[in-house]
């Protein structure tokens, strides 16, 4: 099929080390990839801070730059939990989505989605660090204030809010700023960045 996208689901860490370690070595192994993926879905749910996520997609990015794959998108998933081991309060982590958000919508490293790990979770045990992910109750799907944290980003950069959505470029992977509709006008610029007919 060759109109098939072709994405690597890469965890952070794991049998191949580190995810840019990973693409490389995945590269190297298969040739043929060079040039041909599409996207890269990395999740991390270990990292806590807004500097130590974009320091991992700053180092996907360089790997996908090096392996000739310089046009494929970043979708990144990021959670933590708010009970057990390595928790953070709802409050710190309400703090973290907005940050990363932010960040995401606004950065030149090419990440094209945003995956909140996890939209519920069982909420049982204290002691199973994986029941306390959710951003949502589990029972009645009211949101945390990382739900709502999230849901407010979302509205703010899909036009769903009274509130405009900050527009200069977070330089993170040292390229040119985004141009996602491909019109040669930089996404900074454009009140409809999507749209290769509306201009500045």
Known sequence: DPGADAVASLAETGSGGKADAYIRSM????????????????????????????????DVRAALDETGNADAEIHLGFGA???GVGSMSDGARAALYS????????????VEGLIAYTWTSAQRSYWNTWDWFGIANVNTAALTATGVAYRDSAATFTGLSSTPAPRAT??????????????????????????PTRHP
Not at 28 to 48: F, H, I, K
Not at 170 to 195: F, I, K, Q, S, V
């Open 27 to 58: 590269v190297a192994a298969s040739p043929e990839l060079r040039g041909n993926l599409d996207a890269v879905y990395v999740q991390t749910t270990s990292r806590r801070t807004p500097a130590s996520i974009q320091a991992l997609v700053a």
């Open 81 to 83: 939990p708010i009970n």
């Open 99 to 110: 940050q990363v958000s932010d960040w995401a919508a606004r950065s030149d490293c090419g």
């Open 170 to 195: 977070l330089h993170t992977c040292n390229r040119p700023a985004p141009d996602r509709d491909g019109d040669g006008y930089p996404d900074e610029a454009e009140d409809y960045p999507l749209d």
